[in-house]
């Protein structure tokens, strides 16, 4: 682990995905953690992905701030968000929503399950919500104390 400044992290996320030509905004406070930035990066950029994916074309906006907890680094979406009963089983690898998706145009399933072996290997939470005006909200909170590894 090493410090890591999640605004600079999530400014450059936001930068790759707009020359990709996706409409993505960071609204983030400076903030540092310490913490694996390769897995860091890999976890944000799998949720990223799938909030491009599954977002309907509509901004996707990347936010963190500082909490009690620790850092809280959020991926916001207004696509379709996800069935209650299916929100903890997209961690599962190879589990889709809508499983008559192609993986061509819906993903393996597999980019949940490594966000969450990740997290859990660090020390970190991932929660995912449904946003009450529409869309997915992926929370990633890491403590203060870092990670555990």
Do not use: K
């Amino acid at each position: 682990p090493r410090e890591v400044d999640v605004q600079v992290l999530l400014e450059g996320l936001a930068s790759q995905a707009r020359e990709a030509g996706a409409d993505v905004v960071v609204n983030a406070e400076e903030c540092a953690v310490s913490a694996a930035p390769m897995a860091l990066r890999r976890l944000l950029a799998n949720l990223l992905s799938n909030a491009q994916r599954y977002g309907c074309r509509a901004t996707v906006e990347l936010v963190a701030r500082r909490e009690s907890r620790g850092i809280r680094i959020g991926v916001l979406d207004r696509g379709p968000g996800i069935p209650p009963d299916q929100i903890e089983a997209v961690f599962r690898p190879f589990h889709r929503v809508e499983a008559s998706r192609s993986p061509g145009t819906g993903g393996s399933g597999l980019g949940l399950a490594i966000v969450r072996q990740l997290a859990q290997a660090n020390g970190w939470c991932v929660e995912l919500e449904n946003r009450a005006d529409g869309g997915l909200a992926a929370w990633v909170t890491i403590p203060d104390a870092g990670p555990t590894s």
